[in-house]
């Protein structure tokens, strides 16, 4: 079981690793919305090192409270507004009305399970994730259906969406099922969980794949 936390604990530094490849090459992305990345990557990592250091004095309460009311909310906002910006205007309204549908499925959860035991609110979580999954369908159609097919490789919104896809599709169950695995399958669970680790570890690697080798359009 340390085996597996100490791996865990590693995706911090993919996401420091992610931060500072965008900040090295910011000038890239000042102009225009990616802008925004460095610095979302750099609020999630400090949020995992709360995390660690809460968990490190087993203040798992503090820890639950961040994830369920500030990163987990922040992170699908954010890669809702993401996509809001990358996509043609024709999938705005799209884009806007389901970042609404997930905020509401998650203001509903954290209300009537607000006194649960639940340590991880799976259900506006999994509709966050399908949100997402659209998102980076819509994407990719526009992609093969555009002549930005030509110059994927130097579009740093490829290598992102790439990098969520794999993320996202991979743990769809994992994020899902989380409060049942954890409490009756603990060995699936474990299993599960090491591939969530390195789902996450290859997402933050083309992270930096797309910040180096990606151009500002």
Not at 63 to 87: D, T
Request: hydrophobic fraction near 55%; charged fraction near 10%.
């Amino acid at each position: 079981m340390s085996a597996i936390l100490l791996f865990k604990d590693s995706i911090t530094f993919f996401i420091a690793a992610s931060a500072i490849a965008g900040l090295v090459t910011w000038r890239k992305w000042k102009g225009n919305y990616l802008k925004w990345m460095p610095v979302y990557l750099i609020v999630l990592l400090l949020c995992e090192i709360a995390g660690y250091y809460w968990g490190l004095h087993k203040n798992y309460n503090a820890v639950r409270l961040l994830y369920q009311f500030f990163v987990i909310p922040m992170e699908i906002s954010f890669v809702c507004r993401l996509f809001y910006n990358s996509l043609p205007v024709k999938f705005r309204k799209l884009t806007f009305v389901m970042w609404l549908i997930y905020l509401l499925c998650w203001l509903l959860e954290i209300s009537i399970f607000k006194n649960s035991s639940h340590v991880f609110l799976s259900l506006s979580y999994t509709i966050g994730n399908v949100v997402i999954l659209i998102l980076l369908l819509c994407y990719f159609i526009n992609l093969v259906t555009s002549d930005d097919i030509l110059n994927f490789k130097t579009d740093i919104m490829f290598w992102i969406s790439t990098g969520m896809l794999l993320f996202y599709l991979g743990t769809f169950p994992y994020y899902g099922l989380y409060n049942i695995m954890a409490e009756k399958y603990l060995g699936s669970f474990i299993n599960y969980t090491w591939i969530m680790i390195f789902l996450n570890y290859s997402m933050y690697s083309l992270f930096i794949a797309g910040f180096i080798w990606g151009k500002a359009k």
